[in-house]
Structure formats: C-alpha cells, structure tokens
C-alpha cells in the first residue's frame, strides 16, 4: 500500500496517534500538505522545538520550547475543527513522564473529533507505556519512479540527451539516497562534469559510501576488478553475464525477479573474493562486506540486533551487492553450542532474510569447509545457485598466468611459455600462481635483470600448493562437487587425484 493511502486510511479510521519514522522530515510534511490536506480537508499545524507552531498565522512561534504546550493546542481548537498537528522531533521528548500523561489524556479527544498528532522523528524509540496509544507509519526512501521522475527533469531543464542504458544506472545509483540528498549530489555533478552522463554514477556512489562509513559492521569497499580478470570458470562468468541487467526498469518491467545471491564454495585462492568484488564492478553497484566478526557481540540480544542494522542499512543502499566472506566460519556447526544459541538466533534471522527478502541487494557468500555450513544455508531457495570453484586446469592454468604477467608485464608478456608454466603448475591455485610469479620477479630483481620463464619453473618448484598439505579436505570437496548437489563454476572437468 503507498504511504498516502495508508496514512490516509489510519486518519479516517481516527488513529489519535501516528509516528513517522523518516530522515526525510521536509519531503514528509510537503506531502502531508498536497494530499492530505486536499482529500481530507484538514487544517495543518507544524511544530518545532525551536520555532515552536509555524505555517499558521493565528498561531505563529506558540509554544517555543515548550512540547507540553504544543500539546494544549490540541484542546484548545474547537471539536468541529478537522486538524492535523505535525510534532517534528516530538519522539525525544515521550520519556518525559509529563508529556506520556498528557498524551494519554489528550488520546480521549483524538478519538473522538477529527484531529490527529502526527510525530515525526528519525529515530524509533517509543515508551511501553505508549504502545497502545502510538501506531508507527514508515516512510520509505524515494521509489525508482520518483528518482527517476526528479532524474528527467533535471536532463529536461539542462536540455540534454542522456542515453536509457545510462538513466537506469543513475537511477540504480541513487536508490537508498534521500531526495534532497540525490538533488545535492546533482548539483555536485553539475558543477564538476557540466552534464549528467556515465561519470556520475561515481559520485553517487560515492555519497553512498558516505552513509556506510558510519557503521561499524559493515565496510565500503571501493573496486576495479573485473570479470576479465578472473582465469577460467566460464560457466559462473557466463550466469553473471546475463544477470547484469536485471536491476534496471527493464527487467522489472518485464516480470523479471530481482536476483537474490549466490554461495562459492571451493578451495582457498581459486578466487571466490576475487569474483565478489568482479561482480560489484561489472554491475556498478556498491559492495558492503559484512564483518562477521563485530557483528557478535558480548550482550545477550545485540548480535541480532546488529544483524538487523546490518540488513536496514543493506537494503537502504539497495541495489548493492553484500560480501559474507567465509560464511561457514561465521555459522559454523561447531561453534553454536557454547554461545547460548547466539548463533543460532543469528542464523535463523539470516536465513528468513535470505528467503524473504524483497529489496535489491545481491548476496555473494564465499565457503572454503562445505562441512561447516549448517543445511538450512545450503538449502534450495537461500540463494539463486551455489557454484563449486575447483583448482583450474591446464587451459585455465595459462589464462591465469597470461592474466598476471600481462598485468606485471604488459610490453612483453608474450615472451613467456605459457604451456610449460601450466604443466609444472598442477594442484596450484590462482592466488598460488600469482605468488609464483612474485617470487621470480623477486629473485630476478636481486640478480638486477628481467625474469623469465624459467624464474617461475625454479618458484613453481620452490612452492608447496594448499592443496597437498590438506589433501583429503581438497578431496572431500571435490567429491561433493561431483555428487550434483551443487553447480560446477567451470565447464573443465574436475580431476581426482
């Protein structure tokens, strides 16, 4: 239901009380006015603890400071008045043990004339006391029509032509801002580019990374990576690739469910990080990465609690994409017994997120031990496709060293035996083929010349990959892998050595 009709059913209905929980205290009271007042005919009297009763003239700067006053207005106006009185801040002062009596004596009144209190406040924090009396309304952030609305008629009155592709991005990038905020950040944009185009998705960004740095819990993190940057698993590459576009009015418009996440599982190095923050960049959206570890904390209830900050503020910043590295040591089978079902409680929260949730934000989860993860994480329906990332093959192998030198080597990269590295290079993971290179560069450097090939053989040689000192673990994941309970990331065919 949109907010003015829920608003407007809970005014006919004669709620005495409603509190609107918003930042967006202007844009709430302006369209309080062009509604409200219009369809019920209501006159609208606005306070403030500074400048007391404004935008009445009969009582202009009644009651400053004083919000026992702002009250009395109320039995002041006759019964046969309609009237809305719009208390901003108002929830600060519920505590005080005079304003909660004089509510619920004024609460008679309400009930039976035409008038309604109206708190606005940016902070939900209701006394017991009240919670008959007070029925709480949330007001959402600008909706995609409404941004993209302020969005054309920005690009109208500069007079110019901006591609759709490049508005529904703006538009995704300025979804979880507030609209004064979006028409602050223009502004910016304005004044910096001299136009609106695809340089100012950053900005937006930006401003977004802003809000996120006022958490604790979760951290903005600023990428370049791409997907070409990723050696092998063709097959993920291709599922990322025709969910690119899925956030956009297109895709809605077309029926076309918002994408809810995916689970990498696999072996340490084959990428799984790598390929989150890929995402983040293919798709232009920001990325938050969630740290588990200060999301549980000392007091019974608050590890829940910040769980629910946490997905808040996901889905206000929302299109994003949300990073849980190493879920399965944050949920771990193991760990939830001695914590008072602290993990429990968190992972049920979790999991009914997951399933339920209905804002934009794409989750990417990375596993390396399939044996921690509780069943109900694994379970169908928790995210869109779980992929296994196995340790590459020979072909992925040479992309993936072709990739690294190409980036320490641009000007002769193609120097290198590729075939030979990739031979002597089996068991190595990504993250294990790229120290490899390192290793040469640094033994080349002491020798104060160019390393070749043959440096990276000697490192190759030198190095002992993860997966022969954890053989059996490599092993017991690759046969579950195999079982067909989970999708290969790659179209090679896994090995069992």
């Known amino acids: 239901m949109k907010f003015t009709d829920e608003l407007t059913l809970l005014l006919k209905a004669r709620y005495p009380i409603i509190y609107i929980n918003t930042i967006e205290e202007d844009r709430v009271e302006y369209i309080i006015r062009k509604y409200i007042k219009?369809?019920?005919?209501?006159?609208?009297?606005?306070?403030?603890?500074?400048?007391?009763?404004?935008?009445?003239?009969?009582?202009?700067?009644?009651?400053?400071?004083?919000?026992?006053?702002?009250?009395?207005?109320v039995e002041r106006l006759t019964a046969q008045t309609p009237a809305l009185f719009l208390l901003k801040d108002f929830n600060r002062f519920l505590t005080d043990v005079s304003i909660?009596?004089?509510?619920?004596n004024i609460s008679r009144i309400l009930k039976l004339q035409p008038k309604t209190i109206i708190i606005i406040g940016s902070e939900l924090n209701i006394p017991k006391e009240l919670y008959d009396l007070i029925t709480v309304?949330?007001?959402?952030?600008?909706?995609?029509?409404?941004?993209?609305?302020?969005?054309?008629?920005?690009?109208d009155s500069l007079n110019i032509e901006i591609d759709q592709q490049v508005l529904e991005s703006l538009i995704r990038a300025c979804q979880g801002l507030s609209l004064?905020?979006?028409?602050?950040?223009?502004?910016?944009?304005?004044?910096?580019?001299?136009?609106?185009?695809?340089?100012?998705?950053?900005?937006?960004?930006?401003?977004?990374?802003?809000?996120?740095?006022?958490?604790?819990?979760?951290e903005y993190w600023s990428v370049n990576e791409t997907i070409s940057k990723i050696g092998g698993v063709d097959n993920l590459k291709d599922w990322l690739k025709k969910r690119k576009t899925s956030f956009g009015l297109q895709a809605a418009n077309y029926g076309l469910p918002t994408p809810r996440g995916l689970l990498l599982v696999g072996i340490q190095g084959t990428g799984k990080s790598l390929t989150a923050k890929?995402?983040?960049?293919?798709?232009?959206?920001?990325?938050?990465?969630?740290?588990?570890?200060?999301?549980?904390?000392?007091?019974?209830?608050?590890?829940?609690?910040?769980?629910?900050?946490?997905?808040?503020?996901?889905?206000?910043?929302?299109p994003c994409i949300l990073w849980i590295d190493e879920i399965d040591k944050a949920f771990s089978n193991n760990d939830s017994k001695g914590d008072s079902g602290t993990s429990n409680r968190v992972l049920a929260t979790f999991i009914s997120w997951l399933s339920e949730k209905t804002k934009p934000v794409f989750v990417v989860a990375t596993a390396n031990n399939v044996d921690l993860?509780?069943?109900?994480?694994?379970?169908?329906?928790?995210?869109?496709?779980?992929?296994?990332?196995?340790?590459?093959?020979?072909?992925?192998?040479?992309?993936?060293?072709?990739?690294?030198?190409?980036?320490?080597?641009?000007?002769?990269w193609e120097s290198f035996d590729y075939s030979k590295l990739a031979q002597l290079s089996e068991s190595f993971s990504g993250a294990e083929i790229r120290q490899s290179i390192?290793?040469?560069?640094?033994?080349?450097?002491?020798?104060?010349?160019?390393?070749?090939?043959?440096?990276?053989?000697?490192?190759?040689t030198q190095l002992i990959p993860l997966s022969q000192l954890e053989n059996n673990q490599t092993l017991k994941l690759k046969n579950w892998a195999l079982s067909g309970r989970i999708r290969l990331a790659s179209s090679k065919s896994i090995s069992i050595n």
Not at 100 to 104: H, I, T
Not at 197 to 207: G, M, R, V, W
Request: overall charge neutral.
């Open 137 to 155: 309304l949330q007001f959402q952030l600008p909706t995609e029509s409404e941004i993209n609305y302020e969005l054309k008629r920005l690009i």
């Open 373 to 412: 993860l509780p069943l109900e994480v694994i379970r169908k329906g928790r995210f869109d496709e779980i992929f296994f990332l196995d340790l590459p093959q020979k072909q992925e192998r040479e992309q993936i060293f072709k990739i690294h030198i190409q980036e320490f080597r641009p000007n002769r």
């Open 180 to 218: 004064e905020r979006i028409r602050r950040v223009l502004s910016k944009i304005i004044a910096t580019y001299k136009t609106i185009d695809e340089n100012s998705i950053q900005l937006l960004l930006n401003e977004k990374k802003q809000i996120i740095s006022q958490t604790e819990i979760l």
């Open 438 to 460: 390192i290793e040469a560069m640094y033994h080349a450097f002491y020798e104060k010349r160019e390393f070749t090939t043959e440096d990276i053989c000697l490192a190759l």
């Open 100 to 104: 909660s009596r004089k509510l619920k």
């Open 278 to 318: 890929a995402i983040a960049t293919e798709w232009q959206l920001p990325l938050l990465k969630l740290d588990v570890g200060k999301l549980f904390g000392g007091i019974i209830g608050e590890s829940e609690s910040r769980l629910r900050q946490t997905i808040e503020l996901a889905e206000t910043i929302s």
């Open 38 to 73: 219009t369809s019920l005919n209501r006159s609208i009297y606005s306070w403030d603890f500074i400048d007391g009763y404004t935008n009445n003239p009969n009582n202009e700067g009644f009651a400053k400071r004083n919000p026992v006053q702002a009250l009395e207005l």
